[in-house]
T-cell receptor, first 113, second 112 residues
């Protein structure tokens, strides 16, 4: 089954404790992206990657890092989480064709206390 | 400064009637627009899209209309079904598709 998986689905952590949210896709997609969803703001793009070793900032990259060492994986790293990063996070992927739809993962609910 | 705006946080429609969800954008460089649907505890799923060279795209019960001069697009669902109850996000991108800008979403409730 074609899918985007994220782990963990739920995470509660404390300020400053480094964490990684993993994202993996099995569709051999070139493009992957991370979003956060907040009430009243919709989804905002954090980072995206057009292919292995090629990443770029979205609209809200501050406080986040990403890496794309393999085509299927695109982890989101929070080096020093803060309460304002409490949010619902989605990973997505698509082919290299700009007009193709993005496939989203199920989401990761992160709470930073 | 939101470049894509969905000014109606929610919409309630009777089953069988038409649902019209609206979206406005400010960036004239956007040339591709998409609608995504989201159920609770799931990721968004693609619904329908439209290129700026068109003014209408239809897929079954779903039709998207684009008015470039007004920087406005709308999603029509006819007839509406209870299973259509979800959050609908409008999104826009420029030619390379790398940055996707979403609106805040509209909650659609279809009453049976």
């Amino acid at each position: 089954e074609a899918q985007v998986t994220q782990n963990p689905r739920y995470l509660i952590t404390v300020t400053g404790k480094k964490l990684t949210v993993t994202c993996s896709q099995n569709m051999n997609h070139e493009y992957m992206s991370w979003y956060r969803q907040d009430p009243g703001l919709g989804l905002r793009q954090i980072y995206y990657s057009m292919n292995v070793e090629v990443t770029d900032k979205g609209d809200v990259p501050e406080g986040y890092k990403v890496s794309r060492k393999e085509k299927r994986n695109f982890p989101l790293i929070l080096e020093s989480p803060s309460p304002n990063q409490t949010s619902l996070y989605f990973c997505a992927s698509r082919t290299g064709t700009a007009s193709d739809e993005q496939y989203f993962g199920p989401g990761t609910r992160l709470t930073v206390t | 400064d939101q470049q894509v705006k969905q000014n109606s946080p929610s919409l309630s429609v009777q089953e069988g009637r038409i649902s019209i969800l609206n979206c406005d954008y400010t960036n004239s460089m956007f040339d591709y627009f998409l609608w995504y649907k989201k159920y609770p505890a799931e990721g968004p799923t693609f619904l329908i899209s439209i290129s700026s060279i068109k003014d209408k795209n239809e897929d079954g019960r779903f039709t998207v209309f684009l008015n470039k001069s007004a920087k406005h697009l709308s999603l029509h669902i006819v007839p509406s079904q209870p299973g259509d109850s979800a959050v609908y996000f409008c999104a826009a991108t420029v030619w390379d598709g790398n940055k996707l800008v979403f609106g805040a979403g509209t909650i659609l409730r279809v009453k049976s």
